[in-house]
């Protein structure tokens, strides 16, 4: 794959691997500016295939839609299409800041830090639901905490692996995620509209393990699966008995089984968490 030309970009070396494929890291021929490449594999994009019809397609209009987007909030995508039978997704090589999941290694946050981070995560998801785009697999690894001097946090939260996440819809046991909402484990994730229930359930589990230093549930796909679709979720408090009281139950709403038993829209999610962000305090401060 090293030296490889695919459009105007030429691949340099391995990023890391991923559940659909792989990540390099590229440069653009003429600019020479760096960026990301993820490409799902050949034979999972012909599954996705079978299971949902035009689901390839449908990842490459999404992806394709957010590149049109202006949105401090998500990672840039400069194009996506198709190179010898798979998929692919090019976007802004993001340097100088943190994973999500990196981030979590330090410890569990306060209140206002997850308040902080949770809003600017569905801010994205609003700015993306405008043009009826889901993500559909937030996780840890696909957010990433930036430097940024002009926010009140001197950190900025962007967003990326948009349009991947409708072959995770397409093939939810490829997800096996603690973060997927219950409809995803059943194949029956809403995947063509924009304030989707089941990001607001993973920004619930994403807030949880901010708060908690844990994911509401844990265990093999097999149990995840279980856990997800029967089991209530623990309190945040019975892990972090400082957390705020509401904000716990706000989450518990987000991690609602049913679509319906969520709140319903995807800008609500963001006012209710921007209600308790601090904004003077920097989102790397956690507490142990």
């Known amino acids: ?8 970009f030429e691949v340099r070396a391995k990023l890391r691997g991923t559940r659909l494929g792989e990540a390099w890291r590229a440069v653009h021929r003429q600019t020479g500016g760096d960026v990301v490449i993820e490409v799902v594999r050949r034979d999972i994009c012909e599954s996705a295939q079978v299971a949902a019809t035009n689901a390839v397609d449908a990842a490459i209009n999404d992806a394709r ?3 049109q987007l202006a949105s401090g909030h998500i990672a840039k995508v400069f194009t996506a299409d198709i190179y010898e039978n798979k998929l692919y997704v090019v976007s802004e090589l993001l340097a100088g800041g943190n994973t ?12 206002t830090q997850v308040a902080a981070i ?8 609003v700015s993306a639901g405008r043009s009826n785009i889901a993500h559909l697999d937030l996780e840890p690894r696909n957010i990433f905490l930036v430097p940024d001097p002009d926010q009140s946090s001197k950190e ?3 967003v990326s692996g948009f349009g991947l996440g409708r072959i995770i819809a397409a093939l939810p046991e490829l997800g096996a995620s603690p973060y997927m909402a219950p409809e995803i484990w059943q ?9 989707s229930a089941s990001d607001i359930y993973a920004i619930g589990c994403l807030a949880f393990e901010m708060a908690a230093g844990r994911t509401p549930f844990a265990g093999d796909p097999v149990s995840l699966r279980t856990k997800h679709l029967t089991m209530e979720p623990p309190s945040i408090r019975s892990f972090a008995p400082d957390f705020a009281i ?6 518990g709403r987000m991690l609602g089984k049913l679509p319906e038993e969520r709140p319903r829209m995807m800008r609500d999610v963001a006012k209710l968490f921007d209600m308790y962000a601090g904004h003077s305090a920097p989102l790397d401060e956690t507490q142990e």
């Open 65 to 67: 839609a957010i590149a």
């Open 1 to 8: 794959m090293v030296g490889a030309v695919i459009g105007a």
């Open 118 to 125: 949770a809003h600017q995560i569905a801010t994205a998801l």
């Open 156 to 158: 900025r939260v962007i």
């Open 100 to 111: 999500l999941a990196e981030r979590l290694v330090r410890g569990r946050m306060s209140t």
């Open 246 to 251: 509401a904000l716990d139950k706000t989450i």
């Open 187 to 195: 194949g029956r994730a809403v995947a063509g509209r924009g304030d």
